[in-house]
């Protein structure tokens, strides 16, 4: 089995359960191929680049998975045909990522927006941040 990483964006209108159960549906989809999810992450509601399908956001939703290629080619038939996805990549992973530093939550429906907490500060962190630059 090889490793793979899927990334899909869904309409701005869902609601974090239809997220949740879209995601759900789509890991069922791996798991019946006898593939398994090694996690699953919502990154939030985030706004487009450009507007797609007519949507400036999306959900962005994150699955890596361990599967062979059969049952990721199934998922990809399943993610173009469903009306809910607006966008989709899945790539080839040559190692598994256990967790990403774009981790937000596991579930729609447990998400809460705001700030990622900031890594233990330096003595020089805090002097860059103070210090200010004139470029003239």
């Known amino acids: 089995m090889a490793l793979y990483e899927t990334v899909f964006i869904t309409r701005q209108d869902l609601t974090a359960e ?30 487009l ?37 607006i966008r989709s990549v899945t790539l080839r992973a040559k190692s598994a990522v256990e967790e990403s530093q774009l981790f937000v939550c596991a579930n729609a429906k447990d998400f809460k927006p705001g700030k990622m907490p900031k890594k233990d500060t330096s003595k020089y962190d805090l002097i860059q941040d103070q210090t200010q630059f004139d470029i003239n």
Do not use: C, P, Q
């Open 18 to 47: 239809d997220v949740d159960a879209l995601s759900d549906k789509l890991s069922k989809i791996i798991t019946d191929g006898k593939g398994k999810i090694l996690s699953k992450e919502y990154w939030g509601l985030r706004n």
């Open 49 to 85: 680049t450009y507007k797609v399908k007519k949507n400036s956001r999306g959900h962005y939703v994150l699955l890596n998975i361990d599967a062979d290629f059969t049952a990721v080619a199934e998922l990809n038939r399943v993610m173009s045909f469903n009306e809910d996805i």
